[in-house]
């Protein structure tokens, strides 16, 4: 079979398994009872609805527990650029207390990305930026009436990331927390701004442990929701019955059953074509090492180092499979810059796909 020939006939096959992946996700979720909680439209149900913010409170009651929080309201989470030509950004779920103010940003990240630290660096300083800017909350007389060491004061301000990987390889912990120190002393520049990340997967023990707390539950619940037919006795407490409440799948509305299929093909993309990649890694590396004489294992080795890659390294033959990745995780709401990062296509090739959503 010539070249040519060979790369038509992967584009067949990518093709028929795009025509498949529809039917096949529906019918995977009619096997489910609950839908994946990583997904963005699942994710909102039971954490960014202002209709059931009690899920919400709970978690931040157990991430934060010094900050004893009696009741959290929704806020917008559009931010609009200062600079004209800039980009905004938006972010999954944000609210305040009610009592002091202190601000949360909540972001839930199914993917690793090269830049999601400094993702939440810049959303921190957004939200900080926020609650000086007249109209959003804050009116003109109330900040000319501020003493004049009040002018730069804020809320205490947290960014909160939900990760569906390991963020930290070789430690255990679950819940990591940042804040700006010294880098001699290790004391704090600021107690008002902090950065902290779950890790979903990282619970691997028993989890009707007695020793499992409610985050250890908590990140085990969320990492394993579409295995379960039904929520088991060792997730117990108003917490849990509501987080599976929410997240059955037959009590969605239609158009949130629409939205979670659409969410859930993004998916499947991605999943179908890390293993396309990676397939095709290990079998060129194979066919060099003949080639050049060198021992199989040894190959092996070199094209496991190009599928961590992820999606590096397809070839020019998949750009309209790719094309049609980046198209969903666009809609899903990801940034252009990951969807880059994600299908190795350029920025601005991005952007030009998003211009003709």
Same mark, same amino acid.
């Given at each position: 079979?010539?070249?040519? !020939? ?26 489910? +009872? ?10 909102? +149900? ?35 650029? !200062? ?21 949360? !940003? #909540? ?26 800017? #007249? ?142 990649? +990676? ?14 004489? +060198? ?43 990951? #969807? ?18």
């Amino acid at each position: 079979m010539s070249y040519l !020939a060979g790369k038509m006939k992967d584009m067949e096959n990518i093709e028929g398994r795009c025509k498949d992946r529809k039917k096949q996700a529906r019918e995977k979720r009619m096997l489910q +009872r609950y839908a994946d909680v990583i997904s963005d439209t699942v994710f909102k +149900r039971l954490f960014g609805d202002e209709k059931f913010p009690d899920l919400l409170l709970y978690l931040l009651r157990h991430l934060i527990p010094e900050r004893k929080i009696s009741s959290i309201v929704y806020t917008s989470q559009e931010h609009q650029s !200062a600079i004209p030509e800039g980009h905004g950004i938006r972010i999954d779920v944000e609210c305040y207390e009610s009592e002091t103010g202190a601000r949360f !940003a #909540v972001e839930m990240q199914a993917l690793r990305t090269e830049h999601f630290h400094d993702r939440l660096l810049l959303y921190s300083t957004y939200i900080i930026q926020e609650q000086h800017d #007249v109209g959003v909350g804050i009116s003109l007389e109330e900040i000319r009436n501020r003493e004049k060491d009040e002018k730069y004061s804020y809320a205490p301000s947290y960014v909160i990331a939900l990760m569906n990987y390991d963020d930290n390889k070789g430690s255990a912990e679950i819940k990591h927390e940042y804040a700006i120190t010294d880098l001699g002393d290790r004391h704090l520049m600021t107690d008002k701004i902090k950065y902290i990340t779950l890790e979903l997967p990282k619970y691997h023990e028993p989890i009707d442990s007695p020793a499992a707390t409610v985050l250890d539950k908590f990140c085990y619940a969320l990492h394993n929701m579409t295995t379960f037919e039904r929520r088991p006795k060792y997730l117990e407490g108003k917490f849990f019955e509501m987080l599976f409440e929410r997240a059955e799948i037959a009590k969605f509305t239609p158009q949130e059953v629409m939205k979670y299929e659409r969410d859930m093909l993004t998916q499947w993309d991605i999943d179908d074509l890390r293993e396309t990649v +990676r397939h095709e890694a290990r079998a060129e590396g194979l066919a060099e090492g003949r080639a050049e004489g +060198r021992a199989e294992g040894r190959a092996e080795g070199r094209a496991e180092g190009r599928a961590e890659g992820l999606l590096k390294g397809i070839d020019r033959g998949r750009s309209e499979s790719l094309a049609m990745v980046a198209q969903n995780l666009l809609k899903s709401g990801m940034k252009p810059e990951d #969807v880059a990062h994600n299908t190795t296509l350029s920025v601005e090739k991005i952007l030009e796909i998003q211009r003709n959503l």
